[in-house]
């Protein structure tokens, strides 16, 4: 019965001030019921946000951490290492903060790495950071969007993340994809309160290597891995290998129309082999979270679009869902006592 009590309180880094998330952000929160269910506050430079979006109240109806960093030099559009190192600095202080038991989440705005580069912070992205000043190493990058057509809900966590393709075959292997199956199985509970979940687990190669004959990963080391997780999960359905070019019919005839029977949540083994068809289905509407971390982190599924950056056209579609999925992770950890 707490938990019908329990009023989140999340704290948004605007993300790279040059770009789209201050915009995106601030049009999420003007006119959304989600305050109301939330505590909300946002982490940001006062002026840059009040030239995102014209309305001088709507600043006072939130708490705003007012980092003023080096404002004059952003112009909407020009991501540079000044739009890279506030950016940085936002994240870093609501990471902070939320260490010390300010906040129970974090909802970060989109982040440009180019921009983190040139300001001499070598990191491939928000989600190190994350993990490295929460001092931790195991972690992952879940997708989540829920279909507007049908209700259904799509979960896609990456075995792999930001590094090149042709690394891919090198850097899986049983330890690193158990460590991702572990982390997926404890955030369905978690998270989503599935003790009994059903997981389809992707290929490599086309056809999963079809015997060998197109790769030789799935025969050689995965069927074999996957076949000791099962032992290992008896309470958990694994399916698999699913060849990648089939993996995503289920998911798309259950996000579409609400038929098939798809899997509670799906391990893909690199960025793309996962995030095309999630992009492709919901766009406007996923939600990245980390999961491991001992916090809540949701970020809207998408970059600083530096190109419509102060236009006033973005569309805060995916940073209402990041929201939201924020407030429903948070209520229930607090149901499941974390």
């Keep these: 019965m707490e938990s019908a009590y329990f009023i989140p309180r999340l704290v948004i880094p605007v993300g790279d001030p040059a770009g789209i998330g201050p915009e995106v952000v601030l049009k999420a929160i003007a006119d959304s019921p989600i305050s109301s269910i939330c505590q909300i506050t946002l982490i940001g430079t006062r002026t840059l946000l009040e030239k995102a979006y014209h309305d001088p109240h709507l600043l006072d109806r939130f708490s705003l951490i007012d980092l003023p960093y080096n404002q004059e030099k952003i112009v909407f559009g020009r991501g540079d290492a000044h739009s890279g190192e506030i950016s940085f600095l936002y994240l870093q202080e609501a990471i902070k903060r939320t260490l010390k038991g300010e906040f129970d989440g974090i909802v970060t705005g989109p982040i440009a790495k180019s921009c983190w580069q040139l300001a001499g912070y070598d990191f491939p992205g928000q989600t190190e950071v994350l993990a490295t000043m929460a001092g931790i190493n195991r972690y992952g990058m879940l997708f989540v969007a829920k279909s507007p057509h049908t209700g259904y809900n799509l979960r896609t966590l990456l075995a792999t993340t930001h590094i090149p393709l042709r690394e891919v075959p090198d850097t899986l292997n049983p330890d690193l994809m158990t460590r991702k199956l572990d982390l997926l199985i404890e955030s369905l509970k978690l998270d989503f309160g599935i003790d009994r979940p059903k997981i389809a687990i992707s290929g490599l190669n086309p056809h999963s290597g079809e015997a060998g004959k197109l ?25 698999g290998l699913v060849p990648p070019d089939t993996l995503w019919v289920e998911p798309g005839r259950a996000w579409f129309s609400g038929a098939g029977q798809p899997a509670d949540a799906y391990l893909a083994l690199y960025h793309d082999q996962g995030l095309i068809p999630v992009k492709l289905m919901a766009f406007d509407c996923a939600v990245n979270t980390t999961i491991g971390l001992p916090f809540v982190r949701t970020s809207p599924d998408h970059g600083t679009a530096f190109d419509i950056a102060g236009l006033g056209i973005a569309r805060p579609q995916s940073m209402q869902a990041a929201i939201q999925l924020a407030i429903e992770l948070c209520q229930q950890r607090r149901t499941d006592g974390f």
């Design 215 to 239: 790769g030789r990963e799935e025969k050689d080391w995965l069927q074999p891995w996957l076949e000791s997780m099962a032992q290992q999960y008896p309470q958990t359905q694994l399916i």
